[in-house]
């Protein structure tokens, strides 16, 4: 998956009846956690939007245990043609659970991306910048999502972004919660590759989520 220019991925929990609105979208993400039969969804999945498959591990936000069934889930996943990338947690790959999924994608060309989330603050600059360095070193993106306490916490982190687009690493990086919520928006133009939002406010899978398209549309206004 092509991740050398900016991606907005519409955040979906499901995806039986999806609405026209997706279509707004570059790709989806699609949270298998929150699915009660992901891999029968992606069976008759019927969009040509290629697919971030997730399946988030309950320390970072998510709702799957950190064993092996959940890596088998998301091996299984890889295998159905419009899973074009997956993500994995750095966490995942420091405890030894997720580097089998890591193989996996790199045996059948889909692309990865390692994320880190904080709900809790916002490390330092020097700790972002170690963060999104390593997560690069593994994947083909370092997903980085923290919480602004200050809005010194969001300039660290667009500077972290700048930084790393400078040194050629792909990165996605945004700011959780209200005060950080103007990050998704602004983060693309200092290098952030990708973007998350549901198609409606009923269906935030982070904190500080905007629409799909009013995230599209205020991307846009500012291009």
Not at 70 to 98: F, W
Not at 108 to 135: G, R, V
Not at 140 to 151: F, Q
Not at 165 to 180: D, E, I, P, Y
Request: proline share 5%.
């Amino acid at each position: 998956m092509d991740f050398s220019t900016f991606v907005l991925a519409a955040s979906m929990t499901s995806l039986d009846n999806l609405s026209t609105s997706v279509n707004q979208a570059d790709a989806i993400e699609f949270r298998m956690d929150l699915s009660p039969d992901p891999l029968a969804e992606l069976s008759q999945y019927p969009l040509d939007l290629p697919i971030i498959a997730t399946n988030r591990v309950a320390h970072e936000g998510g709702n799957c245990p950190e064993n092996d069934s959940r890596i088998d889930l998301l091996c299984d996943a890889m295998s159905n043609p419009s899973v074009k990338a997956i993500d994995v947690e750095l966490s995942s790959i420091t405890s030894g659970h997720g580097q089998r999924a890591i193989d996996h994608a790199q045996k059948h060309d889909i692309s990865i991306i390692i994320s880190t989330h904080n709900f809790n603050s916002t490390p330092s600059l020097l700790e972002l910048e170690s963060i999104l360095t390593e997560s690069t070193k593994i994947g083909d993106v370092g997903k980085l999502s923290v919480t602004a306490e200050s809005p010194s916490d969001i300039t660290n982190l667009l500077v972290a972004t700048w930084n790393q687009t400078q040194s050629g690493n792909l990165v996605a990086t945004m700011s959780m919660g209200a005060l950080g919520s103007h990050s998704r928006v602004i983060a693309p133009f200092y290098g952030s590759k990708i973007g998350y939002a549901p198609l409606d406010l009923n269906t935030t899978t982070a904190p500080g989520q905007y629409s799909l398209e009013t995230l599209r549309n205020l991307i846009n206004s500012l291009s």
